[in-house]
C-alpha cells in the first residue's frame, strides 16, 4: 500500500464533482489559494521597503475534513516585519467553508498540504 498518494483528494464543495484527479488537485489548491488570499487582503500592513518572498503554509485536513494550521516556514524578514501574521493565517485557515477529506481505498484519511504564499507589498 502506497501511503504517499491518496484514492481522492480533498476537495472544497465547488471541487467535489470533478473526476479527473490532476483537475481534482489543481482545484482544490487554487481555491484554498483564493480563499486565504482574500482574507488576507482584508488586513492592512504598513512597511518600510517593498517585500516579494514566498511563505510556506503547511496544513493538514483531517479524516473528518477539519483543516488546521500545521507551521509556516517564512523568511526572517517576514518573522519581524509582520509578527501577526501567524495569527491572521491560523484565523484565515479557521475561516475556510468546510472540506471533503482525501480518500484512500474508501477511508476518508488526513492529508497534509504544503501551500506556497507569495508575499508582494509595496512602500
Known sequence: MNFTSVDTYPSFKECYSIIDKTN???CFRTTIHQKIG?????????VKDTISETITVNVIINSKGKI???DIQSSENITTTFSTLDSILKVSIQNLPTIYPAIKRGIPVTTKYS???RIQLKE
Not at 482574500?38 to 504598513?46: D, G
Open 38 to 46: 482574500a482574507e488576507l487582503s482584508q488586513f492592512s500592513f504598513l
Open 24 to 26: 481534482k488537485t489543481d
Open 115 to 117: 501551500l506556497p504564499i
Open 68 to 70: 488546521i494550521l500545521d
